[in-house]
């Protein structure tokens, strides 16, 4: 047992910091849903980040720290599942990756050159052409949402694949909610700190910091499970971490939704991009009830 | 990171599980009730006199006090093993865990030679005299009065809620002698004292856990105070520490889980809703372990844990909670005595919140230490 980065992992968990930083502030003039940046896919392309999971010094468990990381900020770009599912395919695949799961509209779909299909058990590829897939600009999500606009030939996964890429797909949401929980948490604290109302700042009410103390002890979980599932690749390991980053964000979502008041509720304040790809990504794979059940198959014997 | 045990690591574990499947009598789930039956504190002076020849009573303590220098990881892993088998160890997983090293830091020559030794061979119980009737959580507030009589102390006052009282030889007592926080003592009282009653209090938890203690005029020498006087509070600031996550309660809550869903399972109860809750349940016990593995870690490293001391805390809060609540959904039974193992989880369970130290506390610290959020000024 050591929980500590190795110095590979040290390594890379410090350059994503430092890259991290260059996109640490949404713009000012930034009053949308969807705030993409293509300068950090292509600085996190360049650096070969989403091969780190392959190096064996560094591991799908450095590839989760990043995903973590770069899901914290208030810019996404499609880091997770390139960073985390594409490496455990035996195949060469295209990046960006998107997901239509159901055939319901997909976080980054519009612009993926290889799409994830889930139509209930069965996992699918596809690689769309441009006019297949259109983008859905006005959806409150706050990743790129997409759908497709014609039905696509896809190439259906056997089974211990179709359950490869969703262990990973598990994993990877797991830990890019521990990132957008941070985030949110993050950016709570810093507004009831500033924000007074009755004379003082909200954070002295301790209805307030009870609430908060709860999501922060709620974000260290999902974080550590995401990690170990990462580190374990198991798909009874996954499905614990995505239930319990689903479930967590629901609480999450609310309270920060809740103590931001009003302000909260704008496009000027950047909590509906965390909030909001949290929200994305409760459904996938199921939701709780799907993670449930896996967790049931696999954790219990 | 490494998430797993190494060789050796798992080896340990397995000696454990192995002393305790030969040691531990067939009718124990009917010993294991409670968290402080006096049955259970019998049979544990025994079972630790047993532990500590086979070198698993206090493998971390130093080699000078009966132990072999073991590291955090091997004492956690002790204390899962027996928490999981119901703590046979009884009250003197106390000692092990922070009575003793406590000592050892602040005692005494005297007060080492005469109270170390005896733990490491497993012969002695305590029992901790913190809390008082208008004293909980508001601990610095206690009112027990120890009076400077020439070279001893008059000590009057009451303690309550104290585990294991009735059958203790020693109470690593608080008692104020001067005012403020800084105003309390630490005494190492024998319970044989004159002027010490001690009274059960009936309780959910079972029969002997909690009692009242009363102390009227009891005489202590001045050699059996722990530190100087008014040093309770730094010292017992490393106490709450090293016990907010002392119990790995989340290995019982764990396996109480793992039993009842192989309960329903058997008949065909396995379904709808309970997989859902046990699910969630079992996401619950997971994160309180590698939370609490975190801090482990930590202290393995010689890094001081802070404030995520308490996160660990409230998530096993959190874990307890669900797990119990899954138990009474399901398997109600148990509640009346149908599957002892788990009613012996069950009493353990529902203290998780309060028993050292309340989970409001735990929280009032994370936002404070952890989250940093703003107080009113005091
Ligand atoms: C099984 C068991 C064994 C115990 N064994 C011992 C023992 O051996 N020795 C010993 O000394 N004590 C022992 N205790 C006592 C234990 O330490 C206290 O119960 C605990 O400190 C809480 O104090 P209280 O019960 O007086 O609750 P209170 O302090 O009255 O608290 C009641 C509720 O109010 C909340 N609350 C209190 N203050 C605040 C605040 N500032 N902000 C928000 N909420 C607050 C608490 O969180 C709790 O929910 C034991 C308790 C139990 C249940």
């Not at chain 1, 930034?30 to 010094?57: K, M, N």
């Not at chain 2, 844990?305 to 609540?325: D, K, M, N, Q």
């Amino acid at each position: 047992m050591d929980l500590s980065l190795n110095e590979d992992q040290l390594a890379v968990e410090g350059a994503i910091e430092k890259l991290a930083e260059q996109f640490g502030s949404s713009p000012v003039d930034f009053h949308g849903f969807a705030l993409v940046s293509d300068d950090l896919d292509r600085e996190l392309e360049e650096g070969g980040y989403f091969d780190i999971a392959t190096i064996p010094e560094m591991g799908a468990l450095s590839a989760a720290v990043s995903v973590e990381r770069l899901a914290r900020l208030p810019y996404t770009a499609e880091v997770a599942l390139s960073m985390l599912v594409r490496p455990h395919l035996d195949m060469e695949l295209p990046r960006p990756f998107g997901v239509i799961e159901q055939g319901r509209p997909g976080r980054f779909v519009a612009t993926a050159k290889t799409l994830i299909i889930i139509d209930d058990d069965k996992v699918g590829i596809a690689h769309p052409t441009a006019d297949q897939v259109e983008a859905i600009p006005d959806s409150l999500f706050a990743y790129p949402m997409g759908r497709l606009t014609e039905s696509l030939e896809v190439k259906y996964l056997p089974d211990d694949v179709a359950s490869t890429v969703k262990t990973w797909m598990r994993v990877a949401l797991a830990a890019e909610m521990a990132g957008l929980m941070q985030a949110a948490l993050d950016s709570i604290v810093e507004h009831v700190s500033v924000r007074k109302q009755f004379g003082r700042p909200l954070g002295v009410f301790q209805a307030l910091r009870h609430r908060l103390a709860e999501c922060a002890v709620l974000t260290g979980g999902v974080r550590w499970l995401a990690l170990k599932a990462a580190w374990s690749g198991d798909a009874g390991d996954a499905a614990l971490a995505a239930l319990h980053a689903q479930d967590s964000a629901t609480r999450l979502v609310y309270d920060m939704h809740q103590l931001s008041g009003a302000m909260g509720m704008t496009l000027e304040m950047d909590l509906h991009l965390w909030t909001y790809r949290m929200k994305a990504l409760m459904s996938e794979l199921g939701g709780r009830g799907g993670q449930a059940q896996v967790v049931a198959a696999a954790c219990f014997e | 990171m490494n998430f797993d045990w190494n060789t050796e690591q798992k080896a340990y574990r397995e000696s454990i599980r192995t002393f305790i499947r030969e040691t531990l009598p067939e009718n124990w789930e009917h010993i294991a009730h409670g968290p402080a039956s006096r049955e259970q504190t019998a049979f544990a002076r025994d079972f630790c006199g047993k532990l500590s020849q086979a070198g698993l009573l206090v493998p971390h303590w130093p080699t000078e006090w009966g132990g072999r220098a073991a590291d955090p990881w091997e004492a956690f892993i002790l204390a899962e093993e027996m928490w999981m088998a119901g703590e046979p160890r009884g009250g003197q997983y106390m000692n092990v865990n922070w009575i003793g090293p406590i000592l050892m830091l602040f005692g005494t020559e005297l007060q080492k030679q005469t109270h170390i030794l005896p733990m490491a061979r497993g012969e002695t119980l305590w029992c901790q005299g913190f809390s008082e009737p208008e004293s909980g959580s508001d601990l610095a507030s206690l009112r027990t009065r120890a009076v400077k009589d020439g070279d001893s102390y008059k000590i009057n006052g009451q303690k309550i809620w104290t585990s294991y009282a009735g059958d203790a030889d020693t109470c690593f007592l608080l008692a104020r002698t001067s005012e403020g926080k800084n105003g309390i003592s630490i005494f190492l009282v024998p319970m044989n004292t004159p002027g010490i009653t001690v009274r059960d209090i009936p309780s959910i938890i079972g029969e002997g856990d909690i009692h009242e203690v009363f102390f009227d005029d009891v005489e202590v020498h001045e050699k059996w105070r722990l530190g100087e006087e008014g040093q309770a509070w730094e010292i017992i600031g490393q106490v709450l520490s090293l016990e907010r996550v002392g119990i790995p309660r989340f290995s019982l809550a764990s396996k109480t889980l793992r039993d009842t869903v192989a309960l329903l399972k058997q008949e065909g109860r396995f379904i709808g809703a309970a997989v859902d809750q046990a699910a969630k349940a079992h996401a619950a016990c997971e994160a309180a372990r590698w939370y609490s593995y975190f801090i482990i870690d930590k202290r393995a490293k010689n890094i001081q844990a802070g404030p995520e001391a308490s996160v660990g805390r409230f998530s096993t809060v959190i874990c307890e909670r669900l797990v119990s609540e899954f138990v009474v959904e399901h398997v109600p039974e148990a509640i009346s005595g149908v599957h002892p193992m788990l009613l012996a989880h069950h009493q353990r369970g529902i203290v998780a919140g309060i028993a050292s130290g309340a989970a409001e506390i735990q929280l009032n610290i994370i936002a404070t230490q952890f989250l940093e959020l703003p107080r009113e000024a005091r």
